[in-house]
């Protein structure tokens, strides 16, 4: 088998992303008046969508689907900088957080760990509803897409109110949080995340048994998987 044949796939997709810069560049020439700004915010871009379809490329690997994530992602956000909102110093005249102080990196890391854990248990709620009611992939996430944002629209306000000052958009603006946003912390974060998974599901029995769950959960389970633990991994 030639090279070409044995890495079509990946030619092709290096062949349409050339295209795709080639045209960009062509139509919108302010791409070339500073090219490394742009590249950072490319690299930053690509990141985050990257560390997104981590996850959704397991899901679909294992035969699911997950139509909740952009709504995961608003809810778990709005969790995030509600935590970090009621850890800011409040101002002494009108009683309200001063989102843009200094906060200190111990409140930083717990919203962030309250925020991976709010994900997990969305993980399990939705592993629950596909094992344990049956529901199809489908039709839970679907759900969630619906619920998550809804919930997060109320959500915000009704918690901001509390802490003095009533928004429907909480924005995260602790300078030691801000310091977390910069393109290089994103994309360390894809890089490292993105060899997990390879090593996960190339090198380990774990991923074999992913695979054989997507390839067919009945035979799979029939061959001594625990096909509800798999599925509550992804």
């Known amino acids: 088998m030639g090279f070409a ?12 992303i050339v295209c795709v810069v080639g045209f960009t560049l062509i139509f919108n020439q302010s791409y070339l ?9 490319i690299l ?3 990141a985050l969508l990257g560390i997104f379809s981590l996850g959704a490329a397991m899901v679909i690997i294992v035969g699911g689907i997950d139509l ?3 709504s995961v992602i608003v809810f778990s956000a709005s969790i995030c900088a509600l935590v970090l909102m009621a850890c800011a110093p409040v101002d002494e005249l009108t009683g ?15 919203a962030i760990g309250i925020t991976l854990l709010v994900g997990l248990v969305i993980g399990t709620l939705h592993t629950w509803l596909i094992t344990v009611v049956q529901l199809p992939p489908f039709v839970a996430t679907l759900a969630s897409l619906v619920g998550l944002r809804s919930f ?3 959500l915000n306000p009704a918690v901001s109110k509390f802490l003095g000052s009533e928004v429907t958009k ?13 393109w290089w912390v994103a994309l360390t974060v894809f890089f490292v995340l993105a060899i997990g998974c390879y090593v996960l599901m190339s090198h380990t029995v774990c991923g074999r048994h992913l695979y054989a769950l997507g390839g067919n959960e009945e035979a799979a389970r029939l061959s001594g998987i625990q096909t509800d633990r798999m599925k509550w991994l992804v």
């Open 44 to 46: 930053h871009q690509t």
């Open 33 to 41: 008046t500073d090219p490394a700004i742009n590249v950072k915010n």
């Open 170 to 182: 909480v924005r995260a603006d602790a300078e030691s949080f801000v310091l977390l946003s910069e």
């Open 5 to 16: 044949s044995k890495y079509r796939n990946e030619i092709g997709l290096l062949v349409a």
């Open 96 to 110: 309200t957080p001063q989102m843009d102080q200094l906060v200190g990196w111990s409140p930083v890391f717990l």
């Open 68 to 70: 909740s994530s952009g």
């Open 152 to 154: 997060a629209k109320v």
